[in-house]
């Protein structure tokens, strides 16, 4: 038999079946008696679809607030769907920037966005995101002999996550208070990525003190596994009013869209105040969006001491001389920036009230 | 009458001085293109880039990028680095060499041993065995050691598959020309299988080559440690577009005197 017949003779039952299963089917329901007009309702925001640059996505003040920002709806409030793109921090989002691929970036080392200005990237912070960096801390393992950070740290390796950002600055301050102060060898600064990456090479040995964001790694605090050992608020001057990240977008992008940018921060405010008015359930939508439990006591109960409010402002407060001056020790920048280029550089135009 | 005539005449010298020379007219103008299509591009590059039509932030400008290389190695920074991924490279080379040279004569030598493992090592040489890096790091620590172990799991197996083809496929002639001048085992293996299966050992040797030196490069440039790949990797978190053009061109530098290198021993053994 050749094959057409075959196929045809093939498709002539299913064809009947398809006809059988239309004549047996219940009849449509008759539509009810249209109902008196409504008054119309408001036409819905046309919504801007954007990206953005998340760094260490486990942390509270970028993956948390995204989730809170998402979740409560925040975000669709403002007519913006917002694609996360997720990088380790540092330079690296500050090129993903830069390229035009993701307009806005979050929690970006203030040293990198400052040494891309300079070169003539088109970049423009639009808020302040993290002032003085009370989250991170840098720990040893628990039976390390490291005790505290004052000469113990010297010749040691101390891990940052990618040159340019904030963990970076403060390790290249932790090495200069040590020449300072003439304590040598200094520490030596050893790039490791993210957070999971730095806690592996701290207990395996790969280097001395690893560092870590809130809430990442609290359990391993938790269990005695790991302890703190150095805090720059807490142990270097000069940090309580320091902008150490910022929020940025690519400035071609932002001439064109500043109310998105707007919009955005005015979400973002509302996701901040929401994680420190409701911790609990800011916890737990930061625990969906990573996918490991995040919200235990002991995690929420450090919140305020780990991350106080005022950090979070996205208003900066203080002056930019020692942001600048770990910037030159990063070789981002050569010399300060000026005023004028400050004010070019963050405007301020774009902070909600 | 004067066929061709003192023009003709003009038109023909050239050939017949390139002639006399022994150069091949085809010679001389690949060679010329050979010396000019670096030129050309790079003038074109500088044109379009100082024009901005190419973003100076992603493309230096040649003038740039070559001046921040004299500057760089005259400072002794890039030639260290570049030393000291050579002294991976040279390392890694030496090893990958001897037990790759090893274990394809064993597996010519052992049929059963290379029909075994040959389709294994044919899989792993296509793995990305680069993302192993975690794993190695732990083992080795975060030192050239890592960098270096790694890179020669996939570096070592063509030289290892190329060897033992060579040998497997000498012409039987040639074999049964060594056997009826009486040769020994040794004798025919040293001068009349070995020759034969160069020009394929160095082919393998070469891909051996190019897999250690962008492996290292590369590794060297994820884990932050080490030399060029390190160089590199820093001075483009900072956007020095005219330092990373020269960290780049500084590979490429050292991959040209390699392979040069590498030809020259070829030509010699042959």
Redesign the interface.
Known sequence: MNQRRVVILALVPLFALSFLVAACAPPAPTPPAAAPAAPAAPAPKAITKIKLVVPQKDAMATGGFYAIATNKGYLKDEGLEVEPVYTRGGAEQVQVVVSGEVPIALQTGIASVMGAFVKGAPVTIISSADIGSPSVIWYVKADSPIKGWKKELAGKKVGYSRPGSGSHMAVLDLIDYYKTQGWTPPPVAVSTGGMPDTLAATLTGQIDVGWTGYPVNMDQFEKRVIRDVFRPMRDLAGWDNLVVRVNFANSNWLDKNREVARAFLRAWKRATDFSYENPREAFLFLSGFVGTPMESDFVISKYEEYQPRASQSLAPRGSYDLAMKQAIMGKFIERPLTKAEMDKLFPLAYIPK | MDKGGVRGRALVLPGLIRRARGIPRRVGGVALGRALVIPVFFLLLEILVRAKLVS???VAEPSAFIRALVVKMADGELLWLTGRSLAEFGIGMAAIATIGLTMGYLFWRFPVMGGAYEPLLGGIMAAPTILLY?VF??FF??TAGAIIALIAIQATIPIVLNTRHALAEVSPTFIKVGRSLNLSERQLFRHILLPAAVPMVFAGLRLGIIYMLLGIIALEYII?IGGLGWFI??V??????PALYAGIGMVFLVSVVVMYGVNRVQRALK
Not at chain 2, 236 to 241: C, E, K, L, Q
Request: glycine share 18%.
């Open positions: 100076p932030l992603f975690p790091l732990i620590g975060r932050g990797s820093e483009g978190y900072r956007f020095d577009t």
